[in-house]
C-alpha cells in the first residue's frame, strides 16, 4: 500500500493551500483516513482525520480554518488549508488504516510528507 501526497509548498499568512493523499496498490477497505504534521524540534500531531462514513475530528489549533474532505471510491483524502498562519509551518502526512485482506488486520500507512510553509 502506497500514500502519495502532494499540493505542499509557500505561502503568505492568510492565504490557502489544498493538500490532497491518493492510497494505491492492495487494498480491501480504508477505514480512517487523515492528516497529521511535524515541525521542527516538534512531534508528529494529529491535524484531521475522516472516517469511511465521514466523521470528521481537528486539532483545535485549525477549527474553523481547515477542512478535510475524502473519496471514498478513489481512496483519496484532501485537506484544504485556509487563514494559514506562520504555525501552521509544517511537514504534512497523510495517513490511512487500510485492510488488504478479508478478515485481514487493520495496519497504518503513511505518505512521504509534503512541505508546507506560511511566511509572515
Known amino acids: 500500500v502506497q500514500l502519495q501526497a502532494s499540493g505542499g509548498g509557500l505561502v503568505q499568512a492568510g492565504g490557502s493551500l489544498r493538500l490532497s493523499c491518493a492510497a494505491s496498490?492492495?487494498?480491501?477497505?480504508?477505514?480512517?483516513m487523515g492528516w497529521y504534521r511535524q515541525a521542527p524540534e516538534n512531534q508528529r500531531e494529529l491535524v484531521a482525520t475522516i472516517t469511511s462514513g465521514g466523521r470528521t475530528n481537528y486539532a483545535d489549533s485549525v477549527k474553523g480554518r481547515f477542512t478535510i474532505s475524502r473519496d471514498n471510491a478513489k481512496s483519496t483524502v484532501s485537506l484544504q488549508m485556509n487563514s494559514l498562519k506562520p504555525e501552521d509551518t509544517a511537514v504534512y502526512y497523510c495517513?490511512?488504516?487500510?485492510?488488504?485482506?478479508?478478515?485481514?488486520?487493520?495496519?497504518?500507512?503513511w505518505g512521504q510528507g509534503t512541505l508546507v510553509t506560511v511566511s509572515s
Open positions: 495517513n490511512a488504516e487500510v485492510i488488504t485482506v478479508r478478515y485481514g488486520t487493520w495496519n497504518n500507512y
Open positions: 496498490g492492495s487494498i480491501f477497505s480504508i477505514s480512517s
